[in-house]
């Protein structure tokens, strides 16, 4: 076992592990720690425990002090020069012609190096860029290239349900999201609806992509034929959430033979119907079940538009 505090920054949501030497930390102090980019200011988001040794993912480095008036005041001043800097570099950036996106500037703490982060939508060779801004702010210069959505994560803002962005917030660690979690939760495949201010597929299409996994085994999808207890019915509508499946029996007509459905729209649950061509469902312990049923993919549905099927392809690359 190793103890350690867990430590945020003000531009990262991620939480790091630290060495706290002994040293008794609560939540909320901040403090001075050495990073791969310099001496930043942080603050505590896990207060001093014990972990064992193989949750650490590299090895731990000390928490040099406590922060000081000295470094919160010195912090502050770092943020008011951050405009300015903002200014300079993209002043610079246009003097060398270079096609890239100024997101941020960050100040190390001991002022020994200046961060810039931009967006570009291919690699920028900066190295001219980097001269020239050393040789203004006669300090080391770092210029680091991000995604749209650590873009998206810097800068903040309102999703479409009207609350912060959630990685600008609290989500930690961006995860893979795909068409096929929008698909199973019945959402429309239009990009607009589906995407975030980043321009990607919605980060929330992921939180609830278990339940809906859980909730649609062994279900029927729109459309499908089941054996209900009064026969032959097509199933018109399922709720996941209810556990309800609704359908409309299948009749033949006495005149013309053909099959036409019934008016009436009857709910049944999922156990209370038997899909066709489908096996009965085995025991948990028997292994998987439905092994014939069409596995769900990422492909674009043919019923959307051409510009909308170019949207989502372009965003099922990105992701």
């Known amino acids: 076992m190793v103890e350690i505090v867990g430590v945020g920054f003000m531009k990262a949501g991620k939480t790091y592990y630290f060495d706290p030497k002994g040293v008794q930390y609560e939540l909320g102090d901040m403090v001075i720690v050495e990073t791969a980019r310099g001496m930043e200011l942080g603050h505590i988001l896990i207060a001093n425990k014990e972990i064992d040794e193989s949750e650490l993912v590299a090895e731990l480095k000390p928490i040099e002090r406590k922060a000081t008036k000295e470094d919160l005041d010195r ?53 001219e860029l980097a001269k020239d801004l050393a040789g203004h702010f006669r300090t080391r210069i770092e210029l680091r290239q991000i995604g749209v959505r650590d873009e998206a994560r810097m800068l903040g803002g ?24 929008a698909k199973q939760q019945n959402l429309s495949l239009n990009p607009s609806k589906i995407s975030g201010s980043c321009g990607r597929l919605m980060c929330c299409l992921n939180f609830e992509d278990k339940t809906y996994k859980e909730l649609r085994k062994g279900m029927p999808k ?95 690359k990105e992701f």
């Not at 950036?93 to 002022?111: Q, R, W």
């Open 75 to 127: 912090y502050h001043k770092n943020l008011e020069k951050r405009d300015d800097a903002m200014a300079v570099c993209a002043e610079k950036i246009e003097k060398h012609g270079l096609d890239m996106k100024l997101v941020d500037a960050d100040f190390m703490i001991d002022g020994a190096k200046i961060v810039f982060y931009f967006s570009a939508d291919g690699r920028v060779d900066f190295r």
């Open 222 to 316: 729109d459309n499908e034929r089941v054996e209900t207890p009064e026969g032959l019915a097509k199933v018109i509508k399922v709720d996941y959430f209810a556990g309800k499946i609704n359908t409309r029996a299948i009749e033949i007509d006495p005149e013309t033979g053909e099959e036409v459905f019934a008016q009436e729209i009857k709910a049944y649950t999922r156990d209370e119907i038997k899909r066709k061509g489908k096996k009965e469902r085995p025991n948990q312990n028997e292994g998987p079940q439905d092994a014939d049923e069409p596995e769900e993919t990422d492909e674009i549905p043919e019923n959307i538009g051409e510009d909308e099927a170019r949207e989502l392809e372009q965003l099922m």
């Open 158 to 181: 309102i999703g479409i349900c009207g609350r912060p962005l959630c990685c600008s917030k609290w989500l930690s660690d961006f995860h893979p999201v795909s068409i096929k979690m």
